[in-house]
């Protein structure tokens, strides 16, 4: 399965995916929530979803989280924004927060870290 990286500003996105790439995880990129769940609806699995929080469009990452969470609740979550912090609410249960920039070596431990927290049902939601 994939990783589903979404964010609006192409060049994060492109240094994201690439990070990502070279960890050996197999990468699928989206520019927006409305893409994002496009994909969601032709059926792609995705194993994790890497998110902004701040984009254009009806949804924010946060909303694209949950939305997310209830078609595939084994998703491992990992939202990550540079100037927004969320609240409790704001985050689907096992879901992980970083703040940008976030250093390559964190954006891969972390993506382990949700991944495996996700698939053995285990509670991980943070804020870092």
């Keep these: 399965m994939s990783i589903l990286v979404v964010d609006d500003d192409y060049l994060v996105r492109m240094l994201t995916a690439g990070v990502l790439t070279d960890a050996g995880f197999k990468v699928v990129e989206a ?3 409305v ?5 969601f609806g032709d059926g792609v699995k995705f194993r ?6 701040e984009m254009p469009g009806p949804e924010n ?3 694209l ?9 084994t998703v491992a979550l990992l939202i990550i ?3 927004s912090h969320p609240r409790s609410s704001d ?3 096992r879901a992980r927060f970083l703040s940008k920039p976030t250093p390559a070596a964190l954006l891969i431990s972390e993506l382990h870290h949700v991944i495996a927290a996700n698939f053995s049902g ?3 939601a943070s804020a870092r």
């Design 31 to 33: 520019s927006n929530t």
């Design 35 to 39: 893409e994002a769940l496009r994909l």
């Design 48 to 53: 994790a979803i890497v998110t902004d929080v």
């Design 61 to 63: 990452g946060y909303g």
């Design 65 to 73: 989280a949950a939305r997310a969470r209830l078609t595939c609740p």
């Design 81 to 83: 924004s540079g100037r």
């Design 91 to 93: 985050l689907p249960s």
């Design 122 to 124: 285990g509670r991980t």
